[in-house]
Every structure is written in C-alpha cells, then in structure tokens.
C-alpha cells in the first residue's frame, strides 16, 4: 500500500493529496472546489466536534442555527466586512422559479445574519452577554483549492458573542483562543504559537485577531483558529444597542471565533509519514486494530480476538478486528497503517499458546509482546498515552528546530524556506507588504506565548530586518498554507 | 406568562405560533421562510441528533459529508427526481464575482450528489454496501413556511445507502424506517402509524416510500419520517454498476431516508398546552429546575438547592436551579412551563427543616412532596420516567379517539374533520385526487401496522367509499401539515 504515497522529501504536496485520497480521508466533487468528506475524514471530524463542543459548553456557550442566506443588503452594511467577503460570495439570484427580488449571498461567515438577530433579542443589560455558537457550512469561493485546507464550501463552527462591556468582550475573546490552544495542543498533540494578527491580516471588521498558528513538516505556518474583537463595528452597522444599568443607551461589543475541517487538514500534515496518515489517539474513532494470524486454526483464534476486544472495548478502547479471509494479514498491516490507526494487535495459536499478543505503535513502529490477562486494557492505555505525548513531543521538537531569530533580511529569506523566522519589524504596512512580496513569507503573529518568547528572545526591542527602523519586540515570519 | 399563549381552543395555528416564538424556540429571519432556530430550539435538535445517531451507529451507519451544490446537469438525469424537486430549488448563478458557467442547485435533497460519487466508489461487490448518513441543510422554495413544520432552509439528516441486491435494499427500507419508529415512540413519546405511501404521495424518485405518520391534537396528520426504496432509478441515471461474484455487470440498488428539524414541529404539537411548551424527559437537556423560595434566608436555601442540584447531577439528571433574585418564584413557575421543563423542585426554609422539597409535573401539574434523602434522586427519575410514559399514552388515547373507520363519502369527509379516517378505497390515482380536491385529505398511508390495523379492522376486503369499486384493505385519510 505505502507505494501509492509519494515521500516527502520527493514531493510534500503529492504526499499529502496522496494520503488524503488513500486513507479515503476526502475527494473532490464535480463542483468546482467543492470536497466530499468521506467516512473515515469525516470521523475524526465527529471527534473534533465533540471534544469542541463540549468545551464550548463548559465554558457557558450554547449551540443556535442561523440561515444560510444572507440578503445583499446586510452584507453591506459593515464596510470593511462586505470588502473582504463580497469578491468571493456564492450568489443566488433564482428561487423557486423565479428571478429574486433582492440577491441572497451563500454566508461566507455569518456576522451579518446574527447581528441583524440579536439586534431584535437586545433591548437591555438583562439581555446580555449573548454566548451562542454555531456549527454550520460556509462557502468561500476560492481561486486555488486544496482538500480541507481551502475549499470553497467547508464545514466549521462559529462563535458570536455579545457583551455589555469592552472588557467583558476582551476577556471572551482571549478565554476562547486559550481553549482553542488547549484542545489543538491536547487532542490534536499539535504544538502552536498563540498570538495577535497585524493590521493587514486580521479579519475583515475586526478590532483585533488572536490566532494559533501551528508549523507543518515542511516548515509552513497554517492558522488553525481564530478569535476576533469585533469591537462595537458589527453593533453600530446593524444598530444594535441595549440600555445599560444606569438607563443609557449603549452599542453592544462583539467576538467572533472559530475553527473548521482545516483541522483536519493540520493533522494529517502534522503527523502523517510516508506510509500514511498517524492519527493521534483522541481523534482516533477506531483506535485499536487486532489482526488475527492463522494458518488452520482460525476458528480458535477468532475466539481468543473476540475476547480480547470485548476486554478492551469493555475498558472504553475503540477495538475492531478485521477477519476478513480476502486479505492477507500482510495487506492488512499496511491498509491500517496507512489509515493511522494508532495500534495494531496481532493474535496467532502461538500467542494464545504463550498468554500474550503483539502489539505494534503507528507512530514509532516499534512492537512489543504484552501478556493477554486482565493488565491488558491499561498497558494499552498506557501506550496510547504515549503515543498522544510522543506525538505532540516530535512536533514540538521540529518546531524548535525550524524556527530561528534571524537579525537581518538575508537570513529571514532563507530562514523563511526552512520555517519560523523571528524577527524585528518596524510595524508599518509598507514594510510587511515589502517582505510579502519579494519573499511570499507574511507575519503569522505577534506571539503571545510566554515559553515561546523566552526561547526565541521576542520581547526586547531591536531594529526592523528591512528598514532599521525601531522595533518594539519581534514577531513570527512564515510562509503560510 | 400564560397570557401570551393563545388557547388552542381559539386558535390552534396561533397557539403553536406562540409557543415557538414565548419559548424561544425559533423565529423567522428577515430571509423570506428562513428560520433562526433558537437555543431552547437547537438543544431539541442536538438531543435528537445525538439518540437518532446513536442508532444509525448502531444498525452499521457511518456519517459523511457531500456538497452543497448540485450541478444543473446532475439533478437533470432523474427524470421524475427534476419534476419533483427542480422547481422548488434556489439556484446559485454568480460565484467570485463572475457568471458561473453552469448554474448551481442548493440541494433539495443530495441523491443525485451521492449518486455521483458512488459511482466512482462502487466497482465490484466487495465495495457493497456502502451504509452511509449525512447530517446537513437542505433548502426547498416553500411558498408557505411554517416555523419548524415547513421552511425554505431546515436541517435534516438522509440516508444513502447503495446494496447489490434488491432483497437487501428492501430490508435496509423497513430497517431505517423501525429506527424512525422507534426512536419517535421512546424519545419523543409520539405514537405513529407506519405505513407504505400510495403512487401519488411517494417521493419523487421512488420505487416504494414507507413513512410514519403522527397525529396532532388537532386531528391532523404530521409525517414525521420517511424511508425509500429506490429500485435502481439512479443507479441507472448515473450509470452506477457493480461486478456481481459471478463476473456480470449489474445496476446497484439504492435506497434513502430521512428525518428533519420537522420533528421538533411534531414535538411541539404532539404534548404542549395551553400553558406552553411540554417536553418528554428523554428530549429535555433541562430536565429539572429547582427554584428556591425564601424571605430572608436566602443563603441557608440556595446551599440547600445547590446540595440537591449535586446530588441529582451526580445521577445523571439535568439540574439547574435559577437563583435570579429579578423575578419572583411565581414568575419562574409560569418561565419554566412555558419552557416546558418537565419538573419543578420547590425548596424553602420549612422544606429544609421537613427534610423535604416539593416537586411539580410538568406534565400534569400535580405536586408531591418527596423526603430530600439518598433517595430523592431515584423517586425523580421515577417521575421522569411516568411523565415519558404518560404522554405517549396520552397522545395514543387521543389518537385512538380521533379515528374512526367509516363506510362512505359523507363520514369520511365529516370524520376529516376531527382526526383519521380509515376507508376503503379503489387504489386509483383518480378516486384519490377526487378526495383530494373535494376534501383536502390525503391518503397518508397503507398502514402496515399489526395493532392498528386489528384495531381498525385495516385488512379486510370492501369497497370504495366513492366509487365502491373493490378494495383489497383499508387506507388512512386525514388533512395533513
């Protein structure tokens, strides 16, 4: 099987299409841009929306639905907003039979929808903060598509917030990119940088962008979520205002966040190898494979399989056994291991002779023989916690290794080609526009993150690589996905 | 609160309009029959997703996720498929600012989207069956919406599944729609009858539609689910065929099934009064309220409450206890009716010092005082489970009052009216469209229903009511929603 996965070093993005299309993660439907979510794609997709939501929840959020048309005239009103979205809007004109009278935008994100809502459910303080989030479609039309890193309908979950304060609206806007990190980082054993966007890339109608950034193998940044100060914008266009404790009349403060399959796309970049996608243990819906190995004594075998799975699943582990007769356990070994899942277990009438399997980590390859009593469920549990730490470990460790402080232009050129280039810059527009251009690197962030910093020696003040004018403290340099 | 529902005595559309907009269910957007599905609505929703899902895991179901968008041509290869749905379709002309070249179709409903990529999937037998669901939006151009029961844009989940013989089709057919069944009768407490669709009334597509199909208080019929045979129709149009194990090329069988945002409508009429909404437990995600009542010793009652919120958390019953000192406790028992949350829990200073709490039925109104030892949460879990039971049977009394066997035209037309009539009928397609025109009933089913047909005497042979042509077995006929 790994023979239909071009290397990395031969070429990463065939490698990764190839992954993709062989683990059956996701295809390219007939309409333009468009992506088809197979099963195996979409299950880790399920993992990722509960393990989200429930932290969403914890944090006193609520799930809503709102339309998915948006009507041209709402799009229009925040100025910034409809500059950054309306290019690249699905329009329809037709319903029903008949010509429109008022075009409808397929949302592209749906600020617009909700603040045109809220406006009629806020008269008060009482009816504040609003902690509603959605998990919706959006469609983006985008020129250059690649199977969940930029398609031009995806699937994500949206948050809208309304507070009576701008405190109020910092302290959420913070709160939900720290819980982003914290599901990235745990479940997704996917190291990131957490910062704040420049001016030029932070959303259209925001005050402010904190996002993550995480490294790819390759040494490219991919932003994998986002939470915006919307400040009083969305507010002031839709004329959303409540009357505060002391009788006066208030625009609402906004946030706005959110993640989407891109996910996914990050985690078969993160930790995939050339024999396929690793998928780490949280995100794994089938976790264990056991594959029975027999010549005559299948029957026996099967039995012994099917205790042990029920032992093992009887322990919370997501255990299947393929005994299939059509395939050989060779071919076996290779179709999971290119659909990541994280352990294989082998039984044969030896095994069950000697009390005990072998049991072989995707991750490291290595394999090891356990004893088939009851100790069983916890060692494996035990080495999927070690394949979840190892995993996010690796990543961590390559990230270290790919990113440098450069001092001047000629090293974040180069530095740029190989990952995360720290460095000083003067903060204008020009200059990031200068470096954009001549180098395709853009500015991921301004970091934010404490460990981070140190290492990579952000917080002092210094010159700007290109102009030498003064610089308050470096940020990340990267090219991006 | 009560004031603002208007009885259903006076005016049932108005009173169901009512419940949905006082309980915060859903509202209309400012988008001609789009709704906004509120978060006392969602939460509905998210509860039946998650026991619906359970169950299509459970009979070998995995979910995927396929495009928006249906290419004009796609939807053009199923002939009856277009007649049916092309003229209800709301049609994408313009992307990224330019004409498309070819218009795209929001879908109605993703046969044709499916049956796209199956056949890309499906090669030989070994690629049978393909057991897939999809949880998505869907949009048909209604000209009259009704929040929940009939909207342009409504979530729903479709099955699509793809088999090598008709036998198993078949079986998969009746399968999905005894989930639909039994997931309607046990969580949403609402009796059905389940039943096979004549020519006229099946889906357009179909070789065969089996449905389920409820009634209201108000004697109308709601489907609620249905469930299609689909023969080799797209097979067929998009050229799907598989390698059988004996070498030969062979169209695949299809079958689909669906439930909708729909169900929360049926929800709603199927059990609420005049007071607002009632919720069965098994749906509620807020199953009991705890208001605390006091004078001056709030702080001694709310520690009491918040003990007894921890012990019925900790038995797996969804607590909350509203502790706003704004409203009164008599204003929280009409908020919490009308929210349909199916128990109360009363606590003062006297109960703490009886050892005691009073709790109230949603259902009923009846309060017991009940002793707040080890087992309070035990005797509350008892009352969910009566209030479950109580309101299946309920609606299955009315249900059972409210139709009637009848042997000619006059009766049939009086007896639509109050509820179902169940008549014989000459299976033409023109005694049907008589009916329909002169009454505005429907045939909803030939119901294959053990209980129900013994008990309306369904599968004897007689005659039809208008025409008294021979009739192999009885149908039902009721105005529908």
Redo the contacts between chains.
């Keep these: 099987m790994s023979k239909k996965i071009t290397p990395r070093q031969k070429d990463y993005s065939e490698w990764y299409i190839d992954i993709v299309r062989e683990a059956r993660l996701a ?1 390219y ?4 841009g ?6 195996n ?3 880790i ?2 993992k990722m929306q509960s393990l989200l939501d429930a932290r969403f929840k914890a944090t006193g959020h ?10 041209e005239s ?1 799009i229009k009103k925040e100025a910034q907003h409809i500059d950054g979205f309306a ?11 008949e010509a429109l009278s008022e075009n ?1 935008y ?1 949302r592209p994100t749906s600020e617009t ?1 909700i603040w ?2 809220y406006k ?1 459910w806020i008269s008060s303080y ?1 009816d504040l903060p609003i902690l ?1 989030n959605q998990w ?2 959006v ?1 983006r ?1 985008e ?1 250059r598509t690649r199977l969940f890193l930029r398609t ?2 995806f ?1 994500w979950q949206e948050g809208h917030t309304a507070h009576a304060t701008k405190e109020e609206a910092d302290e959420e806007v913070i709160k939900m990119i720290a819980v982003y990190r914290d599901f990235v980082e745990k479940e997704m054993a996917a190291p990131v940088v957490l910062g704040r966007k420049t001016e030029s890339e932070k959303f259209a109608g925001a005050v402010e962008t904190y996002c993550i950034e995480a490294m790819m193998q390759d040494g490219k940044a991919l932003q994998v979520g986002t939470s915006h100060a919307l400040g009083q914008n969305f507010a002031k266009a839709f004329e959303c205002t409540f009357q505060n404790q002391h009788g006066a009349l208030e625009y609402v403060w906004a946030t706005s966040w959110g993640v989407s399959t891109r996910l996914i796309g990050a985690l078969i970049m993160m930790h995939s190898d050339d024999k396929g996608l690793v998928l780490p243990p949280k995100l794994a819906s089938r976790q264990i494979v056991i594959v029975p190995i027999y010549k005559t004594e299948r029957a026996t075998v099967l039995e012994k399989c099917n205790e042990i799975q029920s032992m093992l699943k009887a322990n919370g582990l997501a255990t299947f056994i393929d005994d299939s007769e ?1 395939n050989t356990p060779g071919w076996k070994f290779s179709e999971y291991e290119l659909q990541g899942i994280p352990i294989r277990l082998e039984m044969g009438p030896r095994d069950i002779e000697n009390k005990q399997c072998v049991v072989a980590r995707r991750d490291t390859g290595t394999k090891s023989i356990l004893p088939t009593d009851a100790t069983l469920p916890m060692r494996i549990q035990g080495i999927l916690d070690s394949i979840q730490a190892t995993l996010f470990k690796r990543a961590l460790d390559a990230r270290y290794q790919k990113t440098r402080v450069v001092e001047n232009y000629e090293d974040l050129k180069t530095q740029i080609q190989m990952g995360f280039a720290v460095a000083h810059w003067d903060g204008t527009k020009e200059t990031e526009a200068k470096i954009k251009n001549e180098t395709k690197a853009t500015i991921r962030c301004i970091p934010l993150d404490e460990t981070f910093n140190k290492q990579f020696d952000v917080l002092t003040q210094g010159k700007c690589v290109v102009t030498g004018n003064p610089s308050p403290h470096r940020v990340v340099f990267a090219k991006a996905y």
Tied chains: 1, 2.
């Design positions: 295809d439907s007939d309409v333009r468009c992506m088809i979510i197979r099963p794609g979409y299950a997709w399920e609520v799930n809503a639905y709102f339309p998915l048309f948006i009507p709402y290019p690249e809007c699905a329009v329809v004109t037709h319903g029903g039979g409808l397929i929808i045109s809502a009629k009482r509603i919706a479609n469609v039309w020129m031009t309908e699937l059509q």
